[in-house]
């Protein structure tokens, strides 16, 4: 009898464990992010290929996860998909045009060392931390956090851009970084 009290009690924290945890759910942090991009790779692939990729947080729903992706570039059809609590859906199909001689992953991104959204969760954690030491704003809240890829596939000009908020609103404040962490712009 023990012994099945014992799996129920595994089972039953094995089930809260990964129902609290999804992408909704997740902390602004690096390790937040971290698991963020874990479920990307999950539902699209580790070799899946995006042009838009960003993270919104409302209150009331937690983070709303947007995306545009594709797991076949040559084939220049791409999704846009939101995730929102727990629940992944297709908005729209897109076909892109591209210039004659250039393939389509010139102009996407994929998760690696080179773009990664813990570099991203880890520079929410560094500038949540500039407010609160620079301009006293206690518990800034994560606005929207995304990666912004140059139209023209320049990854040197791509770069990491936060909004973050006061809790209980007011002023915005805008963080763009480059790939490699270092601050580009702060403005508010």
């Known amino acids: 009898m023990k012994k ?7 089972i039953y924290i094995a089930t ?15 390790e937040g992010f971290t698991a963020i991009e874990q479920a990307l790779k999950s539902k699209f692939g580790d070799d899946a290929y995006y042009t838009d ?18 797991e076949d570039p040559a084939s220049l059809q791409m999704g846009q ?10 908005n729209s ?11 389509a992953e010139e102009y996407m991104f994929q998760l690696n060392d080179n773009i990664n959204l813990t570099k ?10 500039k407010l609160t030491l620079e301009k006293n704003i206690e518990h800034p809240t994560l606005a929207i ?6 139209d023209n596939g320049d990854i040197a ?8 908020k006061p809790e209980n609103g007011g002023t915005s404040f805008n963080f763009s970084y480059s790939l490699n962490g270092a601050l580009i712009e702060m403005d508010y």
């Open 4 to 10: 099945i009290q014992i799996v129920i009690a595994v």
């Open 16 to 30: 809260l464990t990964s129902c609290g945890g999804g992408s909704s759910h997740q902390a602004a942090t690096a």
């Open 53 to 70: 990729l960003s993270v919104t947080y409302n209150a009331s729903v937690g983070n709303i996860i947007g995306v545009t992706v594709t």
């Open 81 to 90: 998909w939101n995730e929102m609590q727990g629940t992944w859906t297709q």
């Open 93 to 103: 199909d897109i076909t892109l045009e591209i210039p004659k001689g250039t393939n």
């Open 120 to 129: 991203l969760g880890g520079l929410i954690e560094t500038s949540s931390k």
């Open 145 to 150: 956090a995304y990666i912004s890829f140059p």
């Open 157 to 164: 000009k791509a770069n990491y851009n936060i909004k973050l």
